[in-house]
């Protein structure tokens, strides 16, 4: 069975960084898709971006140029740089997982299969 769980969440103010780790077991994930969602609250749960098990990246609008993601494979982890922070950015983070090799970057929930219990971001103004 797959685990993944996140941390490196916390309280930054508005312009600084944070780098959040997504931290696999159970399955080396080196040849699947990873990705990064976001929810705040009373909101639906938002694609931030992913990597393909090639290390092709996908980022949503919002977030391109200040994100960037990042994977250890012989750590069997992801990483998801937050730079220039704005308080929109707040929300629980998630890590996700394709269960399929050699997938391509998915964009909504449907195309994960494993997911992290979520790290509460707060980037305060």
């Known amino acids: 069975q797959v685990q993944l769980v996140e941390s490196g969440g916390g309280l930054v103010q508005a312009g600084g960084s944070l780098r959040l780790s997504c931290a696999a077991s159970g399955r080396a994930l080196s040849s699947n898709a990873m990705g990064w969602f976001r929810q705040a609250p009373g909101k639906e749960r938002d694609f931030v971006g992913g990597?393909?098990?090639?290390?092709?990246?996908v980022y949503t609008d919002s977030v391109r140029g200040r994100f960037t993601i990042s994977r250890d494979n012989a750590k069997n982890t992801v990483y998801l740089q937050m730079n220039i922070t704005k308080p929109e950015d707040t929300a629980v983070y998630y890590c996700?997982?394709?269960?399929?090799?050699?997938?391509?970057?998915?964009?909504?929930?449907?195309?994960?299969?494993?997911w992290g219990q979520g790290t509460q971001v707060t980037v305060s103004s």
């Open positions: 990597i393909s098990w090639s290390g092709n990246t």
């Open positions: 996700a997982a394709n269960r399929r090799v050699w997938s391509a970057v998915g964009t909504s929930m449907s195309g994960y299969d494993y």
